[in-house]
């Protein structure tokens, strides 16, 4: 939620920051603001995307070689101007951009207030940069510490980035469970949310850890202390990220794009994990806890969103898998409901972003009480990476578009690795069913190679589709958390609204909604309990509803049935959501095509949800 980007150095920081924007308003897009300091703190903002911002910028003074700039996904106040970051302190001194959430705003506030100070936003972050300018005023410190002793009194998430005018070669950054990224560049540095806006310019990078300051000074190295004043010595890494990878190679969109890569993003989530020939599978990043998981009573994945849906594909795999339980929790409940938990349970914390809040909330709440939280992330380096004890990196790749789509099949090709693995050392399936599903998993790229071919055929079908109210998903098994990512696909999109649902749960409920009108899309791979599937076609068609089924290449009897197929390769039951999914996911890119929406930015959505 909300972006934010920083330079201080030789060059004009407003195309710096301006193209750094472009970048994270994945994370957010309902204002955007950007601070030049050149004589004075210049600040332009604005409601809208960071292509308003540009065009509101138009002929004003953008010179300055130290700036910050937000894209906002509103959390206090409604997206407006007045509320759009940066801030500014009361005197205009100081300027402020903030992503996070400041949880004790209202009691600072009025404070605040009864000291005379005049708000201007309805924002949480503007408390903030009141009081910094208060402790200034007062206590007679430098920024760095008013900044310092500032946060000491905030309860929240930040990630914040100060200006002030009379430091003039200075920028103050600082972190609290949001996530921020320093870029040391020759003389210059550059701060963010995340590294996209940093790469073209450098790969070496500090990743600021919860509750340090960094004091970022022109000509001078980076210093980092934490909020209790203790120095830390800054660690430099090498970014693994090139510029191609977060551009659109020709696409129309991200999401597009992102579809099309996952031949490459199973393979590569894959790589170097699975020995076909040798008929094994490891997995280096919890090789120390392999133990630890067999010997656990259950394991709870945990997760947000997609990655929830890819959690529930999980469970299926690990319990036909290793037979080892598995519960999957929302994230979002799971932090709050006092879940019973004890020290030999494993926790599974999926995450494409890995700085989901409420993800993070439960990781912590999970190793609290003792157990042992092992992740699925996309991020490298990323707060949930770091939060957990060990991990399994999907190697998706940088993923722009706000619906998940290559994140969701590495994340279950890395369930799949996972289940495999514990089957491996719990000796659960007989060698040739290992090695075949081994085979199996091992051809999987090159079928959904064969799926993209589709694109035409499923176009034609969107089409038909793109103007319809309502949609019911529906598979059984495996296809059914399928069934749930293809709804939610659809509907984050198209604003179509579509449901999700085990297809025998449909005669309980959704039965009601089927007449003529209503689309139900039915994953009716030829495995599983398949006949079942066809029964529950049967009772669709029996009421009218139109058809759109996934088949598997050559089943005669669906296709007789439906008013319109989709063919994929056959494969292993527990393999078919990483093909059945990425029809689904084209049939929804097309839709919202076609009804104008915004397919890479829709909505009220933000990619990564660091607020609760
Ligand atoms: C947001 C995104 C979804 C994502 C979910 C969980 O809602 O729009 O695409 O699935 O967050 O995010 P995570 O990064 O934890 O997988």
Avoid at 128 to 155: G, K, P, T
Avoid at 280 to 299: P, T
Wanted: charged content about 25%; glycine content about 8%.
């Amino acid at each position: 939620m909300c972006g934010i980007v920083a330079y201080i150095g030789p060059r004009d920081a407003y195309p710096i920051l301006i193209s750094g924007l472009r970048r994270l308003e994945y994370r957010g897009y309902d204002s955007a603001g950007v601070c030049l300091l050149s004589e004075d703190l210049n600040i332009y903002k604005c409601k809208g995307k960071v292509s308003d911002l540009e065009e509101y910028v138009v002929g004003k003074n953008l010179s300055g070689n130290v700036g910050m700039a937000h894209t906002r996904w509103a959390t206090h106040g409604e997206p407006n101007y007045i509320n759009a970051h940066p801030h500014f302190s009361q005197n205009k001194t100081l300027a402020i951009i903030h992503n996070g959430i400041i949880e004790n705003y209202a009691v600072l506030r009025s404070e605040l207030i009864n000291r005379g100070y005049k708000f201007a936003s309805e924002t949480d972050t503007e408390v903030l940069v009141h009081l910094i300018e208060d402790i200034i005023s007062n206590e007679n410190v430098a920024v760095e510490e008013a900044v310092r002793i500032a946060l000491n009194q905030v309860i929240g998430a930040y990630a914040i980035v100060i200006i002030a005018r009379e430091f003039p070669d200075k920028i103050i950054a600082a972190r609290k469970g949001s996530p921020m990224v320093i870029g040391v560049g020759e003389g210059e540095f550059f701060v963010a949310s995340d590294a996209t806006p940093i790469v073209e310019y450098t790969n070496n990078v500090v990743y600021l850890n919860d509750e340090e300051i960094a004091i970022i000074e022109r000509d001078h190295d980076l210093r980092i202390k934490t909020i209790r004043n203790q120095s830390q010595t800054p660690y430099i890494q090498k970014l693994e990220l090139s510029l191609s990878e977060i551009e659109k190679g020709g696409f129309d969109h991200f999401m597009l794009k992102e579809i099309y890569e996952q031949p490459r993003s199973i393979y590569d989530s894959m790589r170097g994990r699975i020995h076909v020939a040798e008929g094994i599978v490891s997995l280096g990043g919890i090789k120390d806890y392999e133990q630890k998981i067999i010997n656990a009573k259950r394991i709870i994945i945990t997760a947000c969103g997609t990655s929830w849906h890819a959690g529930l594909v999980g469970e299926y795999l690990i319990e036909d898998l290793a037979r080892i339980p598995v519960e999957v929790e929302y994230s979002s409940e799971f932090r709050y409901r006092n879940p019973v938990l004890y020290e030999d349970d494993v926790v599974l914390a999926i995450s494409q972003s890995g700085e989901t809040a409420d993800t993070l909330a439960a990781i912590d709440l999970a190793k609290s009480k003792g157990a042992t939280v092992l992740g699925i992330c996309n991020v490298v380096g990323s707060s949930i990476a770091r939060a957990t004890h060990a991990g399994v990196y999907t190697h998706a790749g940088p993923e722009i578009g706000v619906a998940s789509t290559k994140a969701f099949t590495a994340q279950v090709a890395v369930l799949t690795l996972i289940g495999l693995l514990l089957a491996q050392k719990k000796g659960t399936l007989p060698k040739s069913e290992f090695v075949k599903l081994l085979f199996e998993l091992d051809a999987i790229p090159a079928k959904v190679e064969r799926i993209l071919k589709l694109n035409d055929k499923i176009k034609a079908i969107a089409h038909i589709y793109k103007d319809v109210k309502n949609s019911l998903y529906l598979g059984r098994g495996y296809n059914f958390p399928v069934a749930l990512e293809g709804a939610l696909k659809l509907k984050e999109i198209s604003y179509i609204h579509a449901e999700g649902y085990p297809a025998a749960e449909m005669k309980h409920g959704p039965i009601a909604l089927i007449d003529e009108l209503m689309p139900v899309v039915f994953i009716a791979t030829r495995r599983g309990i398949y006949d079942k599937v066809i029964t529950n076609i049967e009772e669709v068609k029996a009421r009218k509803g139109k058809i759109i089924a996934i088949i598997t290449e050559g089943d005669e009897s669906v296709k007789r049935l439906a008013d319109h197929y989709i063919e994929i390769p056959d494969s292993e039951e527990m393999l078919i959501p990483l093909l059945a999914t990425v029809p689904l996911q084209m049939l929804s890119y097309h839709i919202a095509v076609m009804r104008n929406c915004n397919v890479d930015q829709p909505r009220n959505l933000a990619k990564s949800v660091t607020v609760e």
